[in-house]
């Protein structure tokens, strides 16, 4: 296809990018994927969809395709207060889209999807760098490889360029940032001695400390490690802290024998959970999805699922209407919406369990024994995701506020 004739340019080929032009291709829509990475390699990235965004995965039709390929349910949720069992969950019998979390290693999805992509119809560039984007009617995009540089023009450029957006800043859209407040850090496992279908998450407000475990198949699991940022914490990252990651996971609640004989597979690294977003992520014929258009602290695992609802809603407004400008504001508009829902819920959580002190332990004696008479009392991350209620009633309602 001749590079002046496309629809649309997608600039970064990972979950958002790759599901995106694979649903508009599969529509006609003439499509370039431009991909920085000659290959995937593993970074220490989110591993899991929660049963709200395997929902999502299901209206852009790639539920099948990644659990005929990578993908790997994960039927129970269990929660532990320290080495002592909260509760267990069975997700496919309790949430709305009757499904476990889909979890899979994530360069594995991510070239699964651009390969499908491709199949569609997409045009797909790897080892290509975007070093230039022009907002405006239409918007312009400078790629290079091998020495030689080129200026592509489409009707609308998605940005999917992750957390590090350079996109964002080339558009002129300005980033708002949370005050940093967690860490955190996560490594792959392989042979622990725990069941394959099951997430295991285990949290220890006192410390303001938490692991979660996910099980990607052939046994191997991701496991993370949230804590507060203190100037004494160490920065776990590189292989000579895995020793001390694991005993931080210990001091957390897990069992030590979880790690006894497990090998390292990949490297360990640690992430600011603080969350980076953008007010109206549409501007001049440039659209963001994904992180790059809201990265959610990870903490909770929203981000995957998050980044398949912007593709979802993009897509549905792109192929309901020619007036794209329009479309993709209307976009931007309900990204908005669902994005501060989901923001404030999150907040609420992290406030409730990973704040520490007299003020927050008294907090906690307060509300965990009503979550426990009452589960319903707290937002459904995993079920609903940021369609959980977020109004004032819901937020008096987490805390036992409600005089109930």
């Known amino acids: ?20 032009a694979k649903a508009l291709a599969e529509r006609g829509v003439r499509l370039l994927v431009v991909e920085q990475a000659a290959e995937f390699k593993d970074r220490v990235r989110g591993e899991g969809l929660l049963p709200w965004g395997v929902a999502e995965a299901r209206a852009l039709g790639i539920n099948d395709l990644l659990r005929k390929s990578v993908a790997y349910e994960v039927q129970w949720w269990k929660r532990y207060l320290g080495p002592v ?38 045009d797909v560039l790897r080892s290509t760098r975007v070093v230039g984007v022009t907002p405006g009617n239409p918007p312009a995009v400078r790629i290079r490889a091998d020495h030689r540089e080129e200026q592509l023009y489409a009707r609308l450029v998605v940005g999917a360029d ?8 080339w558009a002129g859209f300005d980033v708002q940032r949370d005050a940093e407040r967690l860490i955190v850090a996560g490594v792959l496992h392989q042979g622990m001695p725990i069941p394959q279908d099951t997430v295991q998450y285990i949290q220890c407000p006192a410390i303001g400390q938490g692991v979660l475990v996910f099980p990607i198949g052939r046994q191997r699991f991701r496991t993370y490690l949230v804590h507060r ?120 959580l992290t406030v409730l369990m990973y704040d520490i002190g007299p003020e927050a332990d ?4 307060h509300v965990l024994p009503r979550l426990a008479a009452e589960p319903s009392r707290a ?20 805390f036992a506020e409600d005089g109930l």
């Open 229 to 348: 940022r203190r100037a004494t914490t160490p920065s776990f990252s590189g292989r000579q802290q895995v020793g001390g990651f694991q005993a931080a996971c210990v001091e957390t609640g897990a069992p030590r024998e979880w790690f006894e004989g497990t090998e390292v597979d990949g490297p360990l690294a640690a992430f600011d959970g603080a969350d980076t977003w953008v007010d109206h992520p549409y501007r001049d014929g440039i659209v963001l999805i994904g992180d790059a258009a809201a990265a959610s602290d990870p903490t909770w695992g929203c981000g995957l699922s998050l980044t398949l609802r912007d593709a979802r809603v993009l897509r549905d407004q792109l192929l309901a209407t020619t007036d794209w400008q329009a479309a993709a504001s209307a976009y931007a508009i309900e990204h908005d919406r669902y994005y501060a829902s989901l923001h404030r819920l999150e907040d609420w």
């Open 162 to 169: 992750g957390r590090n957006s350079t996109m964002r800043a």
């Open 379 to 398: 937002p459904d991350l995993p079920g609903l995701g940021p369609d959980s209620p977020s109004d004032e009633a819901a937020r008096r309602r987490l």
């Open 362 to 365: 008294a907090r906690r004696a």
């Open 85 to 122: 069992l909260r509760d267990s969950r069975d997700l496919i019998a309790t949430t709305p889209s009757r499904s476990g979390c889909l979890d899979f290693h994530h360069p594995e999805m991510q070239s699964t999807l651009l390969e499908a992509a491709e199949a569609a119809g997409a």
């Open 1 to 20: 296809m001749p590079r002046d004739k496309y629809d649309v340019i997608m600039v970064g080929g990972g979950l958002g990018g790759a599901t995106l």
